[in-house]
Nanobody, 125 residues
Framework: QVQLVESGGGLVQTGGSLKLSCAASGRTFSSYAMGWFRQAPGKEREFVAAISHGGERTFYADSVKVRFSISRDNAKNTLYLQMNSLKPEDTAIYYC??????????????????WGQGIQVTVSS
């Protein structure tokens, strides 16, 4: 299995940027496709972005497609989420997650087997 720890969250103004990181340990990082999810207060956890095992393929939720970028560095066992042009509606706890498979149809939380503890991102208006 793999252990995941997010970092890089915090408070930012509307229009600002943040870069989240997710450090992985345990089983070989490149064995997993990776994803980012988020959960706002009172809402269900929702898919944000995912990346294939080697990083060649990515896909995004429509709400973040132009503004966010997912990437990974398998040599550093680290996943990233660059978030630009942030909006108050991006405020949520952000989670990284690992999945043994990669597919653009795998967007539900139950598709992912391992999860980080989450990190708060707050965008002020």
């Amino acid at each position: 299995q793999v252990q995941l720890v997010e970092s890089g969250g915090g408070l930012v103004q509307t229009g600002g940027s943040l870069k989240l990181s997710c450090a992985a340990s345990g089983r070989t990082f490149s064995s997993y496709a990776m994803g980012w999810f988020r959960q706002a207060p009172g809402k269900e956890r929702e898919f944000v972005a995912a990346i294939s095992h080697g990083g060649e393929r990515t896909f995004y939720a429509d709400s973040v497609k132009v503004r966010f970028s997912i990437s990974r560095d398998n040599a550093k066992n680290t996943l990233y989420l660059q978030m630009n042009s942030l909006k108050p509606e991006d405020t949520a706890i952000y989670y990284c997650a690992a999945d043994t498979l990669y597919s653009t149809s795998r967007r539900a939380p139950y598709n992912f087997q391992y999860w980080g503890q989450g990190i708060q991102v707050t965008v002020s208006s």
